[in-house]
Each structure stands twice: as structure tokens, then as C-alpha cells.
């Protein structure tokens, strides 16, 4: 075994070992909630544009676009627009690692690789922000429901002929919502690649922390991960590419970065 090999079996086990601590993992959930009382998310830009996320998250995005080296990106649910900037900025490092392998001149703006964005209110402090970003030109953003079907078909036509497809699902936060989400953009997700379903860590939040929200546990992304998955699993569907429309939730990705806003949201198709 290689000298890499070894270390990559390394890592394997501590992931496991932690995915096997429930004490430790327990520690995590306490130390997250008190983490939204902070606001501790809200703190973070990526590239000079605010990210709602977690860093360990915002690693775990870099992580998932190196392996599976999507051409486009899909996300639903804009807020300041650094989740874009995020994805569109590691498609441009994609390009970039490309054009060195082949000897070839980049030309960043002929680039193939996308990312497009749908919110049903892109405020324009935010739009202005976005469109004036370096990474600007690889993004194209949606003003609209991201379940409403004239939008999804605008997104649907923006994915005709990409092969490598990965979606972020971001918005609207309630069961309903999530649930119509992965019912339409999951599966334009292909296989290999991933539909990561954000803040399913509701469900694990005491009532008071979504008292002023339309979603709390049992009505939140996680539950929609869970009904969506029974569904898939009952029905036996096909999707478009002709094979077997089928997710697994990937828990090596969680249990690697522990702190997370996503439990069983890593969808990875398969």
C-alpha cells in the first residue's frame, strides 16, 4: 500500500470512529445551538460576498465540486448570494486546473461551466452585489418560486446538455416546500454527483428557536429528505437519463466536518 493509501485509510478510520461517538457527536448538537443564538453562520463571506453557512459546510461545498467536477450548479435560494460565488469560484478553479493539464490559454468567459441561482426575492443590494463580482459572468440568477413550474422550467432549459449536474437546496425551509424542491430539481442531479438538502438540522432545534418561523421540528428539510427518500424507495422511478432514480445520504461527509447545518442531507446519487 502506497504511502497515500494509507493516509487516505487513516482519515477513513478517524471518520468512522467519529461517526461511532455519539457522546462526542452529542457535544456538536449542544455546541450548534448555541451557535444559532450567535447568529454564528451569518459571520463569514466567501470572496468578499456574506455566506449563511457554517465554515465546516462551506468546506464540505469545495470538497463535493473537486470530486465530482460539476459543469453545473443549481442552487434555490440566493439571500446575499456568496453560496453562488462559493460554487461559481471553485467551477473557475475547475477551468483553471483544466487549461494547466492541457497546456491550453484560459479564457475564464468561455468557460461551459455554470451556476444558476433561483429565489423568489433577489433584493437588489444583494442582485448588485452579485452582478458585480468578479465570478459574475458565471452566473445566471432567477427571480421566482423555485417550485412555481414556469421557473423550473426556465432552470430545466438552462441544464439541457449538461452531463454533471450538482444542486443545492436552499430556501423555503418548511416540509412542503423542500419536499415539491426535491421532487422536481433531485432529480436533474447526476449520478455521481450530489443534491445537498441545507438546514435539515431543524429538526434537532428546540420549538423556541422556530417560534417566529413557518417550520420547526417535524415539518422542516430534514423530514423532507426522510418522506422524499420512502417515496423513491416505494415507487421504483426512473429518471430522465433512464436509470434508476435512486439517493443514498452520505454520512462520511457529516461525520467528517461534525459540525454541520445539514444531518442526512448529503444526498448522493446512485
Keep these: 500500500m502506497s504511502e497515500n493509501a494509507k493516509f487516505a485509510a487513516y482519515v477513513q478510520d478517524n471518520i468512522r470512529g467519529i461517526g461511532e461517538d455519539t457522546a462526542f457527536l452529542g457535544m456538536t448538537q ?18 468578499g460576498r456574506p455566506i ?97 413550474p414556469d421557473i423550473f422550467e426556465q432552470v430545466k432549459a438552462h441544464a439541457e446538455g449538461y452531463e454533471r449536474i450538482m444542486v443545492f437546496l436552499d430556501s423555503n425551509h418548511t416540509h412542503e416546500h423542500v419536499l415539491a424542491e426535491l421532487e422536481v430539481y433531485a432529480p436533474l442531479t447526476s449520478k ?36 422524499y427518500q420512502k417515496r423513491l424507495a416505494d415507487e421504483g422511478r426512473t429518471a430522465a437519463d433512464g436509470d434508476k432514480l435512486a439517493f443514498e445520504l452520505d454520512k462520511t461527509i457529516e461525520n467528517k466536518i461534525v459540525i454541520t447545518a445539514s444531518v442526512d442531507g448529503f444526498l448522493r446519487r446512485v
Excluded at 449542544?30 to 470572496?47: G, S
Aim: one cysteine or more; hydrophobic letters at 40%; a negative charge.
Design 192 to 227: 455521481g454527483s450530489y443534491c445537498v438538502v441545507w438546514d435539515t438540522g431543524v429538526e434537532d432545534l428546540p420549538d423556541e428557536m422556530c417560534a417566529d418561523r413557518p417550520w420547526g421540528k417535524g415539518d422542516n428539510p430534514r423530514t423532507a429528505v426522510w418522506e
Design 52 to 148: 449563511i453557512q457554517v465554515p465546516q459546510d462551506q468546506y464540505a461545498i469545495q470538497e463535493l465540486i473537486w470530486t465530482c467536477r460539476p459543469d453545473l450548479i443549481i442552487e434555490t435560494g440566493i439571500a446575499h448570494g456568496g453560496s453562488l460565488i462559493l460554487s461559481a469560484s471553485m467551477l473557475a478553479m475547475l477551468d483553471y486546473c483544466d487549461a494547466l493539464e492541457a497546456g491550453t490559454v484560459l479564457d475564464p468567459k468561455a468557460s461551459r461551466r455554470k451556476v444558476v441561482g433561483v429565489d423568489i426575492d433577489i433584493r437588489a443590494h444583494n442582485r448588485a452585489g452579485i452582478e458585480e463580482h468578479p465570478m459574475a459572468h458565471k452566473i445566471t440568477t432567477i427571480q421566482g418560486s423555485s417550485v412555481a
Design 30 to 47: 449542544i455546541w450548534l445551538r448555541e451557535a444559532i443564538r450567535h447568529n454564528y453562520a451569518q459571520n463569514f463571506t466567501w470572496l
